[in-house]
């Protein structure tokens, strides 16, 4: 606990069944708030909630949550389905032959791995926009490298054990960059800031480079 907020935790690692759980508790508090409720922040094995202390306080708010856990409904939230175009060719997958290699497939065996693995958003964090998404195969599955690569450019696609990210700034990163997107996870809308929310599906589409720098141009 902090001065102005619970954490709630589920479990200890990420399984499905934990982040379900922390998932269902974040539709229960946005459906009814508690008392003194400013803001819930959802992460992979827990969910944490700020609230004003003018209002209540810890042990007002931990009850709350616990009688909320205990309410849970076991149905997962439908998400809404988001398709993200991704290049996988030269430069945009630096990496792509390094994780062939490594997996002991060809390039596109591993592209089609990638096309074929189900996405969902599990939380947002590390930097603005950065959308963990689980559900990358497990053929793919590598650790991530034993140190971070500079200039890694916005829009990279990267992969590194269960969770796959596209980058949304220029900046290090020891995943494996097995392609890029043209597509804008920062929308620039004060409402909606991000593309995605927690518990959304992300479906990948192949595209060339043509239609990439085309794309690219346009936005």
Request: one cysteine or more.
């Amino acid at each position: 606990m902090a001065e102005r907020a619970v954490l709630a935790e589920f479990g200890e690692a990420a399984t499905e069944a934990v982040h379900q759980a922390v998932l269902a508790l974040d539709r229960a508090l946005r459906d009814r708030p508690v008392e003194g409720q400013l803001e819930v922040v959802p992460g992979m094995v827990n969910l944490l909630v700020v609230f004003d202390p003018l209002v209540t306080d810890h042990g007002a708010v931990a009850d709350a949550l616990r009688a909320r856990m205990s309410a849970l409904s076991g149905s997962r939230g439908a998400g809404r389905l988001h398709e993200i175009a991704v290049c996988y060719e030269g430069a945009f997958g630096r990496d792509l032959q390094a994780v062939a290699e490594r997996t002991g497939q060809d390039a596109e065996a591993v592209i089609a791995a990638h096309l074929a693995g189900e996405y969902r958003v599990y939380m947002y964090g590390f930097a603005p926009g950065y959308a963990y998404l689980s559900g990358v195969p497990e053929a793919l599955h590598l650790p991530r490298k034993p140190a971070p690569v500079r200039g890694v450019p916005a829009g990279s696609v990267i992969i590194a054990g269960a969770q796959c990210l596209v980058t949304t700034l220029t900046m290090p990163t020891g995943w494996w960059v097995i392609g890029r997107s043209p597509d804008r996870i920062l929308t620039g809308e004060g409402a909606r800031p991000f593309l995605f929310d927690v518990d959304d599906r992300v479906r990948f589409r192949r595209i060339g480079e043509a239609e990439f720098r085309s794309r690219e141009a346009g936005a």
